[in-house]
């Protein structure tokens, strides 16, 4: 199983981005999933994460700005960012917290799973 993040790049003060992590192999289920995000000489830091029913969460920083969603049948999830700021430049994660997966006949579940990361620069 991995996790597959795209979308980050450059973009204006006030500008918008979509990031999507997809998730890929003999996936059965992922539980909750969310947008973690991490300066150089920071820790990493919670952004949005999403239930597998959709119940959502924000840090207080992005609330109003952006918003997160999932498509289960496409193993997915996303962030829509609005009204970017340049305090929005970081390296984006995605991540699951469980996926259960097939390994032959059998259901495997494991934890803690994360993607490679995608640079979101705001700068004019």
């Known amino acids: 199983v991995q996790l597959q993040a795209s979308g980050g790049g450059l973009v204006r003060p006030g500008g918008s981005l979509r990031l999507s992590c997809a998730a890929s192999g003999s996936i059965f289920s992922i539980g909750t999933m969310g947008w973690y995000r991490q300066v150089p000489g920071k820790q990493r830091e919670s952004v949005a994460t999403?239930?597998?029913?959709?119940?959502?969460n924000y840090a207080d920083s992005v609330k109003g700005r952006f918003t997160i969603s999932r498509d289960n049948a496409k193993n997915t999830v996303y962030l829509q960012m609005n009204s970017l700021k340049p305090e929005d430049t970081a390296v984006y994660y995605c991540h699951a917290e469980s996926v259960t997966y097939y390994s032959g006949r059998n259901l495997v579940t494991e934890y803690d799973y994360w993607g490679q990361g995608t640079q979101v620069t705001v700068s004019s």
């Open positions: 999403t239930t597998r029913r959709g119940s959502t």
